[in-house]
């Protein structure tokens, strides 16, 4: 994979800009270290598989935010809908409707690229086998 196997969906409506990184080890190990829990190392350089409960463990924070702004939105009325009113929570609905779906799926996080298939971290973790041993082969980094 290199910054022109991404799709241009992704560089022309998620990241303004797309670069190679220097420290390919170090980004990898900065991955596989800040989703402990979620995963682990595997026993080969580079690879790793899905720790024991962790894509429970990825989606609990995740799915309690989700229950959370289900239970404020429920509260709303027509014009937070329509959106002339940022209340009762000093927030305007489509804000709501943003952190709703960041809350099941971050699309400004991780990327994996799998099978010829770029897709956001959430999507890949909701259909990643808990079985397999996956290979890390390359990072790119991005900003949005």
């Not at 463990?57 to 309690?64: A, E, I, P, S, V």
Request: glycine share 6%; hydrophobic share 35%; net charge negative.
């Amino acid at each position: 994979m290199s910054k022109l196997s991404i799709p241009e969906y992704f560089t022309s409506g998620i990241a303004d800009y797309l670069d190679e990184v220097d420290d390919r080890d170090g980004e990898l190990d900065y991955f596989i270290e800040s989703e402990q829990g979620i995963l682990e190392a595997g026993a080969e350089h580079h690879t790793f598989r899905l720790a024991q409960q962790g894509r429970e463990n990825y989606f609990r924070d995740k799915y309690k935010q989700f229950q959370e702004l289900c239970a404020r939105i429920m509260k709303a009325t027509l014009e937070d809908f329509i959106g002339r009113e940022p209340r009762p929570w000093d927030q305007r609905f489509s804000f709501l409707m943003y952190q709703l779906n960041d809350a099941y799926c971050d699309r400004y996080g991780y990327y994996i690229f799998e099978d010829e298939e770029l897709m956001p971290y959430c999507e890949w973790m909701r259909g990643a086998d808990p079985e397999a041993v996956y290979y890390l082969g390359n990072v790119l980094d991005y900003h949005f």
